[in-house]
């Protein structure tokens, strides 16, 4: 069963991990590539200042799966979002031409 990631997930999984360690703020600072003083106030924070490509960089650092922030769209999903419905041909016409 996958494991949902949210950014508070991370959030909280990555206050554990550092706790109140400069060296481990310094090193997931960059790993994430975040300045350490935008870090570690961020950290600080209640709510989830942090952006989503900080917390994928974030993530990727403390080891949590990146792939599961994002979903891709299965490709007969894409399909049904340019307007065509599951059994019809693209109406984008058929080979030949001159």
């Known amino acids: 069963m996958e494991t949902i990631v ?3 997930t991370v ?3 990555l206050r554990q991990h550092v706790g109140d360690s400069p060296r481990r703020h310094r090193s997931i600072a960059a790993l994430a590539g975040i300045p350490l003083p935008t870090f570690t106030r961020k950290l600080a924070a209640k ?3 942090f952006t989503v490509r900080e917390l994928a960089n974030i993530a990727f650092a403390l080891g949590i799966k ?4 994002w979903q891709p769209v299965p490709v007969k999903d894409r399909k049904l979002q340019r307007g065509t419905e599951p059994g019809e041909p693209d109406q984008q016409g058929v080979g030949g031409g001159l």
């Open 66 to 69: 990146v792939e599961t922030f």
């Open 11 to 13: 959030q909280e999984t």
């Open 6 to 8: 949210t950014a508070e």
């Open 47 to 49: 709510e989830c200042p």
